[in-house]
């Protein structure tokens, strides 16, 4: 009766460990979790030292068509680099 119910338990661990892929999977999850909310604090703390400080100086109107009309210009520049080529 007892080895039986020691193959019982046996078999219930196994079944309620997971498995090293599992592990492994949420592992890369909350390392991609931290490395998204690091990059969030860094791009929040960029906008409060940079746009914020703009708006609180020159409006809010101005300071978003000029950084949309920088944002349209290195997409310009970009896509003209693209269609030149590597010749010039």
Same mark, same amino acid.
């Given at each position: 009766? =007892?080895?039986?119910?020691?193959?019982?338990?046996?078999?219930?661990?196994? @079944?309620? #460990?997971?498995?090293? *892929?599992?592990?492994?999977? #949420?592992? /890369?999850?909350? #390392? +991609?979790?931290?490395?998204? =909310?690091?990059?969030?604090?860094?791009?929040?703390? /960029?906008?409060? =030292?940079? *746009?914020?400080?703009?708006?609180?100086?020159?409006? *809010?109107?101005?300071? +978003?068509? $000029?950084?949309? $009309?920088?944002?349209? @210009? @290195?997409?310009?520049? /970009?896509? +003209?680099?693209? @269609?030149?080529?590597?010749?010039?």
């Amino acid at each position: 009766m =007892n080895k039986t119910l020691l193959f019982l338990l046996e078999q219930s661990k196994d @079944i309620e #460990e997971k498995k090293w *892929y599992i592990k492994f999977l #949420e592992k /890369i999850g909350k #390392e +991609t979790k931290d490395l998204i =909310n690091d990059f969030l604090s860094f791009f929040r703390l /960029i906008k409060e =030292n940079t *746009y914020d400080v703009l708006v609180e100086k020159f409006g *809010y109107v101005g300071v +978003t068509l $000029a950084l949309s $009309a920088l944002v349209v @210009i @290195i997409f310009m520049v /970009i896509v +003209t680099r693209i @269609i030149r080529g590597k010749d010039e």
